[in-house]
T-cell receptor
Framework: NAGVTQTPKFQVLKTGQSMTLQCAQD?????MSWYRQDPGMGLRLIHY???????DQGEVPNGYNVSRSTTEDFPLRLLSAAPSQTSVYFC??????FGRGYTFGSGTRLTVV | QQQVKQSPQSLIVQKGGISIINCAYE??????FPWYQQFPGKGPALLIA?????SEKKEGRFTISFNKSAKQFSLHIMDSQPGDSATYFC???????????FGQGTRLTINP
């Protein structure tokens, strides 16, 4: 049972490049979300999904896209990377969708130069 | 109204002492208040949580105190140990919503 798996662990992008951060969970959780963590700002919600085919925006969605074609996978796409997107990104999943029992991945550290 | 404010930003406590981290919120629709612990290079992990109809919850050395009228809640770590050194986040969930709102985090250091 791997839990929530995020790849890659580290990534350096040039401004304007695009990329996809991968997230997969093997717990059959319905709810999945993406957060970014920046110093002094806690974790801020980017996008979330309450099930396959259903996604919605969080607090800081601009510059990011998501899709949820399967229960297991919830990739986060950066359309045109900007230095302001330098951050640590966490994917999380939950079986109930009400904030209980969130399981977080180990994160992706992204640097945009 | 969806903010959760956490203090202090950093905290240094001697081994065996009590660590106290405070959070305040404005939105009375929040109905669940978890605390997360994060070690360097790792994702946050659920530590302990409380509902607003309970004033205190204790799990081992960790206690949440909840003051509904003041809209405040706090984490107390008794007999703090060096292994407790981590970043702690308080959070809250809106009633019927699907997302967590996090505080800014507190970096706790326990000196041996």
């Amino acid at each position: 049972n791997a839990g929530v798996t995020q790849t890659p662990k580290f990534q350096v992008l040039k401004t304007g490049q695009s990329m996809t951060l991968q997230c997969a969970q093997d717990m059959n959780h319905e709810y999945m979300s993406w957060y970014r963590q920046d110093p002094g700002m806690g974790l801020r919600l980017i996008h979330y999904s309450v099930g396959a085919g259903i996604t919605d925006q969080g607090e800081v969605p601009n510059g990011y896209n998501v899709s949820r074609s399967t229960t297991e996978d919830f990739p986060l796409r950066l359309l045109s990377a900007a230095p302001s997107q330098t951050s640590v990104y966490f994917c999380a999943s939950s079986p109930t969708g009400f904030g209980r029992g969130y399981t977080f991945g180990s994160g992706t550290r992204l640097t945009v130069v | 109204q969806q903010q959760v404010k956490q203090s202090p930003q950093s905290l240094i406590v001697q081994k065996g002492g009590i660590s106290i981290i405070n959070c305040a919120y404005e939105n009375t629709a929040f109905d669940y208040f978890p605390w997360y612990q994060q070690f360097p290079g790792k994702g946050p992990a659920l530590l302990i949580a409380i509902r607003p109809d309970v004033s205190e919850k204790k799990e081992g050395r960790f206690t949440i105190s909840f003051n509904k009228s003041a809209k405040q809640f706090s984490l107390h770590i008794m007999d703090s140990q060096p292994g407790d050194s981590a970043t702690y986040f308080c959070a809250a969930t809106l009633q019927g919503a699907q997302k967590l709102v996090f505080g800014q985090g507190t970096r706790l250091t326990i000196n041996p």
